[in-house]
């Protein structure tokens, strides 16, 4: 009976051990537990505000996109409007120097036919 003694002894220890090994893990899975719980705490109560910053500034840039936009398309009408009044103004320059190049075409061949008769 001896041996059965002692191994119901050292079964004990074991037992007792290893119970022991198992509260220190809960106790130490609770401490992790907390603590993350703690962490997203945090992180809601820190990230909530920085995201609604984020949401505030683009829509800010996307006003001044909207603007950026309205004044390149303001800018493009005007170069349009420009480019039209460049051409109207060649094209009235351009006039007179086509009617003198008509008149003396219409006298050279005026004096060609003058000339052959």
């Known amino acids: 009976m001896e041996v059965q003694s002692v191994l119901l002894v050292v ?15 809960l106790l ?14 945090d992180v809601d109560e820190r ?8 949401e505030v500034t683009v ?3 996307n006003a001044e996109l909207l603007r950026v936009d309205g ?7 005007v170069s349009d ?15 007179p120097s086509i009617a003198a190049s008509a ?3 219409t006298l050279r061949r005026f004096m060609r036919g003058a000339r052959a008769r």
Do not use: H, W, Y
């Open 59 to 61: 829509n800010a840039v």
């Open 103 to 105: 008149i003396g075409t």
């Open 71 to 77: 004044i390149v398309t303001r800018f493009e009408e």
């Open 81 to 95: 409007t420009v480019s039209s009044a460049t051409n109207v103004v060649r094209e009235a320059a351009n006039a």
């Open 28 to 41: 130490d899975v609770l401490k992790t537990s907390r603590s993350a719980r703690q962490l997203m705490d």
């Open 47 to 54: 990230l909530m505000p920085l995201l609604e910053n984020a």
């Open 11 to 25: 079964l004990i220890i074991a037992a007792t051990a290893a119970c022991i090994a198992l509260v220190v893990v």
